[in-house]
């Protein structure tokens, strides 16, 4: 028996052979509830408050990557709020 492609191959002018997508789920359960966050930043000597400035280099570093990345192999980025 034939697979589809094979059947096919005369209508198929490419195939995709890789995911479009992946999603990746996980968690970190030293800083997954409020308490052990609160003991990371402090370990790290960052006030609750300055978060949001702790994280944004970080932000602006992965959106960075992802935009480039995109660039070179040709996607478009749609931003999604």
Known sequence: M???????QEKISCTLSCYDRILIKGILPEISYAAGMTKYLYDKQIKIFDYAKFAASYKSAINKTIEEVAKKSGAQMEHIN
Do not use: A, G, K, T
């Open 2 to 8: 034939q697979n589809i492609v094979e059947s096919h």
